[in-house]
């Protein structure tokens, strides 16, 4: 059973300061990883997606970069912003397994960024 | 959420009755489906569809049961709610399966409450 791991659970850090988020997975036989962020009280927003042929993927000031081969992806923010305070989800979806893609989910990072 | 919405937002409900929770698309995607999220356990899937009248079971199924008779709309039942299913609901969907670049979209989430 694939299980997914994020750690910190939470992490504070002041204005303007780089940071990276990270995410394990047990099972190596993924298809792709994708990063969420989610706001208190509402739904999940997709980030990036890694496909498993990819090492990484960038929009913004985010940077994730996926390792199959050891079960981890980072998430790097760049120059973070009050704004950016939320929590992050990463998931990975399974080697085709037929019907959907099933998502495994860790636990999340929440983020808070000080003026 | 942009093409996905959940109703209702919240609902308090007692022990040992039935509850419906649905999930209404209008991006035409084939797949939906429900996770319910719970601290320490990050989101876990219930159930998914890959088409009309097409729904198969997730990670934690018992005691819930879904439908799509419709491609927008996607139901899922409580059949005897308990206090172990108070959660946050989320429907998702996504275009295609397992290797689909765009990834998932999350609906804003039901909040239930099971007294």
């Known amino acids: 059973k694939q299980e997914v791991t994020q750690i910190p659970a939470a992490l504070s850090v002041p204005e303007g300061e780089n940071l990276v988020l990270n995410c394990s997975f047990t099972?190596?036989?993924?298809?792709?990883l994708q990063w969420f962020r989610q706001d208190p009280g509402k739904g999940l927003t997709s980030l990036l997606l890694?496909?498993?042929?990819?090492r990484e993927q960038t929009s913004g000031r985010l940077n994730a970069s996926l390792d199959k081969s050891s079960g981890r992806s980072t998430l790097y923010i760049a120059a973070s912003q009050p704004g950016d305070s939320a929590t992050y989800l990463c998931?990975?979806?399974?080697?085709?397994?037929?019907?959907?893609?099933?998502?495994?989910f860790g636990t999340g990072t929440q983020l808070k960024v000080e003026l | 959420d942009a093409g996905i919405t959940q109703s209702p937002r919240h609902k308090v409900t007692e022990t040992g009755t039935p509850v419906t929770l649905r999930c209404h698309q209008t991006e035409n995607h084939r797949y939906m489906y429900w996770y319910r999220q719970d601290p320490g356990h990050g989101l876990r899937l219930i159930h998914y569809s890959y088409g009309v009248k097409d729904t198969d079971k997730g990670e934690v199924s018992d005691g819930y049961s879904v439908s799509r008779s419709k491609t927008e709309d996607f139901l899922l039942t409580l059949e005897s709610a308990t206090s172990s299913q108070t959660s946050v609901y989320f429907c998702?969907?996504?275009?295609?399966?397992?290797?689909?670049?765009?990834?998932?979209?999350f609906g804003s989430g039901t909040r239930l409450t099971v007294v």
């Open positions: 099972d190596s036989a993924i298809y792709n």
């Open positions: 998702a969907i996504s275009v295609g399966a397992v290797g689909d670049k765009f990834g998932y979209t």
């Open positions: 890694i496909q498993s042929s990819q």
């Open positions: 998931a990975v979806s399974p080697v085709f397994t037929g019907g959907g893609n099933k998502l495994t």
